[in-house]
């Protein structure tokens, strides 16, 4: 069974940075897609950022609402993925939760998450306000 724990969410004002982490245990991140998700009161759960499998050449791939302002990135030394958001907006506010699944021959997905991903963390609260 996969373990995930993210880290790092609180309160910045709009035009502020946070960094997300997702710490996997007990297994690396070798042979599983990995990705950020966010969910805002009464909307639906959205992909934001995804890297791939190290098969799959640690593909990248983000949603178009934080292309260019947010970063994932990978330390396969500590288990953990890493979510770099700047330049926040109020409409970046939500819960954000890490997941994974073992896709060894895929690409990483932003799209229908529940049933693309098999193992999530217990989310992070990201608000960003005045």
């Known amino acids: 069974q996969l373990k995930l724990v993210e880290s790092g969410g609180g309160l910045v004002q709009p035009g502020g940075s946070l960094k997300l982490s997702c710490t996997i245990s007990?297994?690396?991140?070798?042979?599983?897609?990995i990705g950020w998700f966010r969910q805002a009161p009464g909307k639906e759960r959205e992909g934001v950022a995804c890297v791939s499998n190290g098969v799959n050449s640690d593909l990248i791939d983000y949603a178009d609402s934080v292309k260019g302002r947010f970063a994932i990135s990978k330390d396969n030394e500590h288990y953990t993925v890493y979510l770099q958001m700047n330049s926040l907006k109020p409409e970046d506010t939500g819960v954000y939760s890490c997941?994974?699944?073992?896709?060894?021959?895929?690409?990483?997905?932003?799209?229908?998450?529940?049933?693309?991903?098999?193992?999530w963390g217990q989310g992070t609260q990201v608000t960003v306000s005045t």
């Open positions: 997941a994974a699944v073992s896709r060894v021959f895929r690409s990483c997905m932003l799209t229908d998450p529940e049933s693309e991903y098999d193992f």
């Open positions: 007990p297994f690396g991140l070798d042979y599983y897609n």
